[in-house]
């Protein structure tokens, strides 16, 4: 379990992150809300504020992880307007710069905790760990 000062405490029965190790190392970040740290307020705002939080709870717990956001391979956006696609989308990109981009997936939904319009999770894999480190029984490929 990993669990970042400079994110937010989790709000339910979940960690901020659980790491695993084998068969390969990988990291599992739990979708990240726009709490602001260290106060707790919830930030219901402007959309691409509430993006830029979320995702730097996101990359705080990924580093504290020992993990680097360039070892980011899936990221899940939920939305409660697809409309503010765009708006996100300008957040998200400064936040993946390196020239590995994790896939993406942007769902809307019609609700999200504590009545925000945005929630970010992430999966990590450090690097060095490919498909063939991880499954060595050939009955598993």
Do not use: W
């Amino acid at each position: 379990m990993i669990t970042s000062r400079k994110a937010p405490k989790p709000i339910g029965p979940y960690s901020q992150a659980v790491r695993v190790k084998q068969p390969g190392e990988m990291l599992f970040v739990s979708g990240q809300i726009p709490i602001e740290v260290p106060s707790g307020d919830v930030f219901k705002g402007d959309i691409k504020r509430q993006a830029e939080i979320a995702l730097t709870h996101v990359k705080n717990i990924v580093l504290d992880a020992k993990f680097s956001m360039d070892e980011v391979v899936k990221c899940t956006i939920f939305m409660t307007n697809l409309g503010d696609f765009d708006k996100v989308n300008q957040v998200y990109e400064k936040m993946f710069v390196g020239q590995m981009l994790p896939a993406r997936a942007a769902v809307q939904v019609s609700a999200l905790p504590k009545g925000v319009d945005v929630e970010v999770e992430a999966i990590a894999v450090k690097r060095g760990v490919s498909a063939d480190d991880m499954f060595k029984d050939d009955d598993l490929r």
